[in-house]
T-cell receptor
Framework: AQSVTQLGSHVSVSEGALVLLRCNYS??????LFWYVQYPNQGLQLLLK??????LVKGINGFEAEFKKSETSFHLTKPSAHMSDAAEYFC???????????FGTGTKLQVIP | DVKVTQSSRYLVKRTGEKVFLECVQD?????MFWYRQDPGLGLRLIYF???????EKGDIPEGYSVSREKKERFSLILESASTNQTSMYLC?????????????FGQGTRLTVV
């Protein structure tokens, strides 16, 4: 079964600095992987998804993620953090015959002015 | 736009009450999910359904049941609410296969059991 692990429950960056949020997956087959964002008191919104078409995936709000099979990683990056990026970010993957979505424990991003 | 609608944003219930959380999606998705979200634990899957009247237990099904009588509606039932079920509950739906398999989420229901 697929599982995902997020490293770091809290990350702080300065406004304008690089954002790097880490996610590793565990899967014996090529996975479907996702990054979601959750703003306070809201549901989750899809940022981007990897479906094996390309290893570098671009998403909304300037985020991108690179699938690295050799490292079993799918880290999320953004070149320059904005105050509006402060939120909680979840890595997720699919598992099981019916495409059950499983989530990492989340990383809260704080952006410091 | 895909819409996943949860019937309540906030609920306060008493210990021992039977609680129904309702979720409706308008995208004709086969899969529907119920998660609970707690600080530091991420989203944990309670139950999911891959077709009408079909369901599978997730990681934490104890104390919960579900009902899916129509494709667009998936209900989560707390048979006898307890204080440790105070949490944020999130419903989601998705297609089962193919490139468009991402889950779409409702806004969440924050349940407090007193």
């Amino acid at each position: 079964a697929q599982s995902v692990t997020q490293l770091g429950s809290h990350v702080s960056v300065s406004e304008g600095a690089l954002v790097l949020l880490r996610c590793n997956y565990s899967s014996s087959v090529p996975p479907y992987l996702f990054w979601y964002v959750q703003y306070p008191n809201q549901g989750l919104q899809l940022l981007l998804k990897y479906t094996s078409a390309a290893t570098l995936v671009k998403g909304i709000n300037g985020f991108e993620a690179e699938f690295k099979k050799s490292e079993t990683s799918f880290h999320l990056t953004k070149p320059s953090a904005h105050m509006s990026d402060a939120a909680e970010y979840f890595c997720a993957g699919l598992s099981g015959g019916y495409q059950k979505v499983t989530f990492g424990t989340g990383t809260k991003l704080q952006v410091i002015p | 736009d895909v819409k996943v609608t949860q019937s309540s944003r906030y609920l306060v219930k008493r210990t021992g009450e039977k609680v129904f959380l309702e979720c409706v999606q308008d995208m004709d998705h086969e899969n529907m999910f119920w998660y609970r979200q707690d600080p530091g634990l991420g989203l944990r899957l309670i139950y999911f359904s891959y077709d009408v009247k079909m369901k599978e237990k997730g990681d934490i099904p104890e104390g919960y049941s579900v009902s899916r009588e129509k494709k667009e509606r998936f209900s989560l039932i707390l048979e006898s609410a307890s204080t440790n079920q105070t949490s944020m509950y999130l419903c989601a739906s998705s297609f089962p296969t193919g490139a468009d398999t991402e889950a779409f989420f409702g806004q969440g229901t924050r349940l407090t059991v007193v």
